[in-house]
């Protein structure tokens, strides 16, 4: 049953995940080409405003999952509804703080990219979309938390996935008629908000004892306070190149916002559909943890981190070699500003295998609930991000804030697997490094092979959907093989897992 839980959540993960990027690749070059590289520049620094407020969340909703393992584990309704009840309070709460501090966001950010564009367009575009955020604190987050702790993310993944085509699909009729900018996201926006209904539906037909007003249990949330400093990490290490960026820039700030915002909708697509893997499985790791099932764990545990590795470094190949070509394609009509830098191309692929390869661990850590034996490191990883971006921005522009997200990530990968290996899942940190390395040589000479192969400067999509083709499964072939050579009853075991669960089906 776990497994079919968890091979439902990553599958429909999957498909989210796939919706997104096909939303995130053709959405943004419709709003490129109709409004420019400064409005796509202010849309992509808003949202990343946004986030950083979203710290009002507070830790909430990852403190309350993890509350819940236990308790769902043992069919403890009572308990569950206090814990529900607690994580209610606290969202209201915070939608009230994240409220005050949109409306300090509508007022500042004018001042901060130097009057490029309209004020009341820019003002009008942070309400709209802070829109969907304040609805997830009032409305939707508490049943979210349910369905994930449940092993039932599933559900809100595919009424995300509907809501995410349908907002494309909008989005794009309403450009071609000629709409602002600000009526395409505000429509954009009220869509999103359509899934509370349904999530809200499955959620009270699915679960009829829900009672959201029971006594509530706060001291369950005992993790939140940690949890919400690894948000805090978590915010700066990934989303403060932008704010970097948009101050430290000038007047120029909004154009370099706009090339770092379109490379990373390739990052984005991969990290999203890396997650999808992991988000499966959280919550299924921690009902086995709940339950001191370690031998189950330890299995479990090296079958996916073999399975994830080899998705991660085919990914890292096609990435290595086809992001540049991508680029010039995806811009090819845009002159305001130089897209195509092969600095950047490189800068991204590290940085992407960086945040990736610690996923196995991180989602280990994750659904043991250990967030405040690993703040120092989470703490430390932000000031290595910090520091060095702050001293390279200003010679080396965009590329060296990405130093800073390289080196970081690079520290808290190597400390994840450690920490795995010394606390959670003893005796695995040797073969998790040994599986890195052996995937990263047949990634490099992968790599050196394609770009000296695949042309660096393509015209259309057709051609490039042509050599990703061709790359993808040469990178699948090599990668595969490789790790099947070296690990054949891991392989083995890994295709008998898999065949499990399909014929459950």
Same mark, same amino acid.
């Given at each position: 049953?776990?497994?079919?839980?968890?091979?439902?959540?990553?599958?429909?993960?999957?498909?989210?995940?796939?919706?997104?990027?096909?939303?995130?690749?053709?959405?943004?070059?419709?709003?490129?080409?109709?409004?420019?590289?400064?409005?796509?520049?202010?849309?992509?620094?808003?949202?990343?405003?946004?986030?950083?407020?979203?710290?009002?969340?507070?830790?909430?909703?990852?403190?309350?999952?993890?509350?819940?393992?236990?308790?769902?584990?043992?069919?403890?309704?009572?308990?569950?509804?206090?814990?529900?009840?607690?994580?209610?309070?606290?969202?209201?709460?915070?939608?009230?703080?994240?409220?005050? #501090?949109? /409306?300090? %966001? @509508?007022?500042? &950010?004018?001042?901060?990219?130097?009057? *490029? $564009? !309209?004020?009341?367009?820019?003002?009008?575009?942070?309400?709209?979309?802070?829109?969907?955020?304040?609805?997830?604190?009032?409305?939707?987050?508490?049943?979210?938390?349910?369905?994930?702790?449940?092993?039932?993310?599933?559900?809100?993944?595919?009424?995300?996935?509907?809501?995410?085509?349908?907002?494309?699909?909008?989005?794009?009729?309403?450009?071609?008629?000629?709409?602002?900018?600000?009526?395409?996201?505000?429509?954009?926006?009220?869509?999103?908000? #359509?899934? /509370?209904? %349904? @999530?809200?539906? &499955?959620?009270?037909?699915?679960?009829? *004892? $829900? !009672?959201?007003?029971?006594?509530?249990?706060?001291?369950?949330?005992?993790?939140?306070?940690?949890?919400?400093?690894?948000?805090?990490?978590?915010?700066?290490?990934?989303?403060?190149?932008?704010?970097?960026?948009?101050?430290?820039?000038?007047?120029?700030?909004?154009?370099?916002?706009?090339?770092?915002?379109?490379?990373?909708?390739?990052?984005?697509?991969?990290?999203?559909?890396?997650?999808?893997?992991?988000?499966?499985?959280?919550?299924?790791?921690?009902?086995?943890?709940?339950?001191?099932?370690?031998?189950?764990?330890?299995?479990?545990?090296?079958?996916?981190?073999?399975?994830?590795?080899?998705?991660?470094?085919?990914?890292?190949?096609?990435?290595?070699?086809?992001?540049?070509?991508?680029?010039?394609?995806?811009?090819?009509?845009?002159?305001?500003?130089?897209?195509?830098?092969?600095?950047?191309?490189?800068?991204?692929?590290?940085?992407?295998?960086?945040?990736?390869?610690?996923?196995?661990?991180?989602?280990?850590?994750?659904?043991?609930?250990?967030?405040?034996?690993?703040?120092?490191?989470?703490?430390?990883?932000?000031?290595?991000?910090?520091?060095?971006?702050?001293?390279?921005?200003?010679?080396?522009?965009?590329?060296?804030?990405?130093?800073?997200?390289?080196?970081?990530?690079?520290?808290?990968?190597?400390?994840?697997?450690?920490?795995?290996?010394?606390?959670?899942?003893?005796?695995?940190?040797?073969?998790?490094?040994?599986?890195?390395?052996?995937?990263?040589?047949?990634?490099?000479?992968?790599?050196?092979?394609?770009?000296?192969?695949?042309?660096?400067?393509?015209?259309?999509?057709?051609?490039?959907?042509?050599?990703?083709?061709?790359?993808?499964?040469?990178?699948?072939?090599?990668?595969?093989?490789?790790?099947?050579?070296?690990?054949?009853?891991?392989?083995?075991?890994?295709?008998?897992?898999?065949?499990?669960?399909?014929?459950?089906?």
């Amino acid at each position: 049953m776990r497994s079919k839980l968890a091979f439902k959540n990553m599958t429909a993960n999957l498909l989210l995940q796939v919706i997104v990027f096909l939303s995130g690749i053709i959405l943004p070059r419709f709003i490129l080409e109709a409004y420019g590289s400064s409005v796509n520049g202010m849309i992509t620094s808003v949202n990343q405003f946004l986030t950083y407020l979203g710290l009002a969340e507070a830790g909430v909703g990852t403190a309350t999952v993890v509350a819940l393992y236990n308790p769902l584990a043992l069919k403890r309704t009572d308990e569950v509804n206090s814990i529900l009840s607690a994580s209610r309070r606290f969202y209201n709460r915070s939608g009230m703080l994240f409220l005050g #501090l949109v /409306l300090v %966001l @509508v007022y500042v &950010y004018p001042f901060l990219i130097s009057q *490029q $564009l !309209d004020n009341g367009l820019v003002r009008g575009m942070i309400l709209v979309l802070a829109g969907s955020t304040l609805v997830d604190y009032f409305f939707l987050g508490k049943y979210r938390v349910l369905l994930t702790a449940n092993q039932e993310g599933y559900v809100v993944a595919l009424i995300q996935s509907a809501g995410t085509v349908v907002n494309m699909v909008v989005s794009i009729l309403l450009i071609y008629m000629g709409s602002s900018v600000l009526v395409v996201k505000a429509v954009a926006t009220g869509v999103y908000m #359509l899934r /509370l209904f %349904l @999530v809200k539906a &499955y959620a009270k037909r699915r679960y009829p *004892q $829900l !009672d959201f007003h029971a006594e509530p249990k706060e001291n369950a949330l005992k993790q939140k306070n940690a949890a919400l400093l690894h948000q805090v990490v978590s915010i700066i290490v990934n989303n403060t190149d932008t704010a970097i960026l948009t101050v430290c820039l000038g007047s120029r700030s909004l154009l370099e916002v706009s090339v770092y915002g379109t490379y990373m909708l390739v990052v984005n697509a991969v990290n999203q559909l890396m997650t999808s893997f992991s988000n499966g499985l959280t919550a299924g790791f921690g009902e086995v943890i709940a339950k001191g099932e370690d031998e189950v764990l330890k299995k479990s545990y090296s079958s996916y981190e073999y399975m994830y590795m080899v998705i991660l470094f085919i990914v890292i190949a096609c990435m290595g070699v086809l992001i540049l070509p991508f680029i010039k394609v995806y811009t090819i009509n845009l002159k305001d500003v130089e897209y195509v830098r092969p600095v950047l191309g490189a800068l991204f692929t590290l940085i992407v295998l960086m945040q990736n390869v610690r996923i196995p661990g991180l989602t280990i850590i994750c659904a043991a609930g250990h967030y405040k034996e690993t703040r120092r490191q989470a703490i430390l990883e932000a000031i290595i991000h910090l520091v060095v971006s702050l001293s390279f921005v200003w010679k080396f522009g965009m590329a060296g804030v990405l130093a800073g997200a390289v080196c970081s990530y690079g520290y808290r990968s190597c400390d994840i697997v450690l920490y795995n290996n010394k606390y959670l899942i003893k005796g695995s940190g040797k073969m998790s490094f040994i599986r890195i390395f052996r995937n990263g040589v047949a990634v490099g000479v992968l790599i050196c092979l394609g770009i000296f192969i695949i042309p660096q400067e393509m015209t259309s999509f057709i051609s490039w959907f042509f050599y990703a083709a061709g790359m993808g499964s040469a990178a699948v072939v090599i990668i595969v093989a490789v790790n099947y050579l070296a690990e054949p009853q891991e392989f083995k075991e890994l295709l008998v897992r898999v065949k499990g669960i399909l014929g459950k089906r």
